[in-house]
Antibody, heavy 122, light 108 residues
Framework: QVQLRESGPGLVKPSETLSLTCNVS?????????WGWIRQSPGKGLEWIGN???????YYNPSLRSRVTMSVDKSKNQFSMRLTSVTAADTAVYFC???????????????WGRGTLVSVSS | ETLLTQSPGTLSLSPGERATLSCRAS???????LAWYQQRPGQAPRLLIY???TRAAGIPDRFSGSGTGTDFTLTVSRLEPEDFAQYYC?????????FGQGTKVEMK
């Protein structure tokens, strides 16, 4: 059974870059599925950030596209996310997830990590 | 982007009762690409239903989904103690995918 676990700093300063990694176990990312990030904050609820396929195609939420980058490291069976120029509005619990993606539309998320709280504050 | 409005905001019920949760979209969802998730406090969301009516693996058959177009429903036929939680709908038929604001099912 696939398991996902997020890791990264719990505190980031405003204007800096938030970097998170999701370690995948129990399933080889190279076999398929899309891999994504979703965040949850009291103010905005659940918000999809983006998805990446093991071979590289990425799909980002237009509201974050100018600031987000995702990548895959197949040798480590993990994927990562970078969000630049963060503000207090980026404070949230960040989840990584495995998704079933439909071309031209989006994905549902069938397995989730436990989430990691990231606070943006000086 | 597509707005999903869930109602009611809170549902107060007793174990054994039937729960009916609504999710209304601001535009018709392509191919009924609508999912439902359950979230308990301190936990990640858990996929219950996808494609509007298909139960995810391991989900009890007391959970059922229905609907098409802009109106979707999640029904829990008989509430078990572990079903008292927050529920979210998500559409993935129109990019960008979006989530509803949630319905809390609380014990009366």
């Amino acid at each position: 059974q696939v398991q996902l676990r997020e890791s990264g700093p719990g505190l980031v300063k405003p204007s800096e870059t938030l970097s998170l990694t999701c370690n995948v176990s129990g399933y080889s990312m190279s076999r398929g599925y899309y891999w994504g990030w979703i965040r949850q904050s009291p103010g905005k609820g659940l918000e999809w950030i983006g998805n990446i396929y093991h071979s590289g195609p990425t799909y980002y939420n237009p509201s974050l596209r100018s600031r987000v980058t995702m990548s895959v490291d197949k040798s480590k069976n993990q994927f990562s996310m970078r969000l630049t120029s963060v503000t207090a509005a980026d404070t949230a619990v960040y989840f990584c997830a495995r998704g079933v993606y439909y071309a031209g539309s989006g994905s549902y998320h069938e397995s989730w990590g436990r989430g990691t709280l990231v606070s943006v504050s000086s | 982007e597509t707005l999903l409005t869930q109602s009611p905001g809170t549902l107060s019920l007793s174990p054994g009762e039937r729960a009916t949760l609504s999710c209304r979209a601001s535009q018709a969802i392509n191919s009924n690409y609508l999912a439902w998730y359950q979230q308990r406090p301190g936990q990640a969301p858990r996929l219950l239903i996808y494609a509007a009516s298909t139960r995810a693996a391991g989900i009890p058959d007391r959970f059922s989904g229905s609907g098409t177009g802009t109106d979707f429903t999640l029904t829990v036929s008989r509430l078990e103690p572990e079903d008292f939680a927050q529920y979210y709908c998500q559409q993935y038929g129109i990019s960008p995918q979006t989530f509803g604001q949630g319905t809390k099912v609380e014990m009366k």
